[in-house]
T-cell receptor, first 111, second 113 residues
Framework: LAKTTQPISMDSYEGQEVNITCSHN???????ITWYQQFPSQGPRFIIQ???TKVTNEVASLFIPADRKSSTLSLPRVSLSDTAVYYC????????????FGSGTQLTVLP | DADVTQTPRNRITKTGKRIMLECSQT?????MYWYRQDPGLGLRLIYY???????NKGEISDGYSVSRQAQAKFSLSLESAIPNQTALYFC????????????FGPGTRLTVL
């Protein structure tokens, strides 16, 4: 299983760009990298997913270097409502057993 | 996500009781999952099902069982509840081929006394 390592917590201010990095040194060839967001007492919500290079959607960007041993979730201009726990997952499509959420990163956005 | 519903939303029970948590989805997804989350921790996979005839154990299946009654329904049972099964339980669905994108229900908070 590809284990992931993320910072336990991060603080930021409204309007800033936030980058959360995840390490996954043992990522397998067929693994994809997925990020989820979770608010207290709610189920996680899918944010973005990628395999290599850069992926961007309306919410975030995901940067993956060539060696794929890490990835960075970038949230542009955060607001107070972005305060949540962010999980980095690494797993092979079709194999749910390999999806591990870990403890995530608590992002706190300050006014 | 309103397309994935869980019942009950909260449940308090006693040690040794049998408990069933139910999950229904209207998303038409083939894949369904059960996770538990303990305070301050991430989610851990209990069981998953890729279609009605497919049931697979996850990371922490001991003490739990599941039933996939239909494509839209996936139930989790605790045959004899114990206090360390007190947790927040989430059901999730996913499409085959959508890789790791899952859609989560609102969760069931279970307390075992």
């Amino acid at each position: 299983l590809a284990k992931t390592t993320q910072p336990i917590s991060m603080d930021s201010y409204e309007g800033q760009e936030v980058n959360i990095t995840c390490s996954h040194n043992n990522i397998a060839t067929n693994d994809y990298i997925t990020w989820y967001q979770q608010f207290p007492s709610q189920g996680p919500r899918f944010i973005i997913q990628g395999y290599k290079t850069k992926v961007t959607n309306e919410v975030a960007s995901l940067f993956i270097p060539a060696d794929r041993k890490s990835s960075t979730l970038s949230l542009p201009r955060v607001s107070l409502s972005d305060t949540a726990v962010y999980y980095c997952l690494v797993g092979t499509p079709g194999s749910a057993r390999q999806l591990t959420f870990g403890s995530g990163t608590q992002l706190t956005v300050l006014p | 996500d309103a397309d994935v519903t869980q019942t009950p939303r909260n449940r308090i029970t006693k040690t040794g009781k049998r408990i069933m948590l139910e999950c229904s989805q209207t998303k038409g997804h083939d894949r369904m999952y059960w996770y538990r989350q303990d305070p301050g921790l991430g989610l851990r996979l209990i069981y998953y099902s890729f279609d009605v005839k497919d049931i697979n154990k996850g990371e922490i299946s001991d003490g739990y069982s599941v039933s996939r009654q239909a494509q839209a329904k996936f139930s989790l049972s605790l045959e004899s509840a114990i206090p360390n099964q007190t947790a927040l339980y989430f059901c999730a669905t996913g499409l085959a081929g959508s890789y790791n994108e899952q859609f989560f229900g609102p969760g069931t908070r279970l307390t075992v006394l």
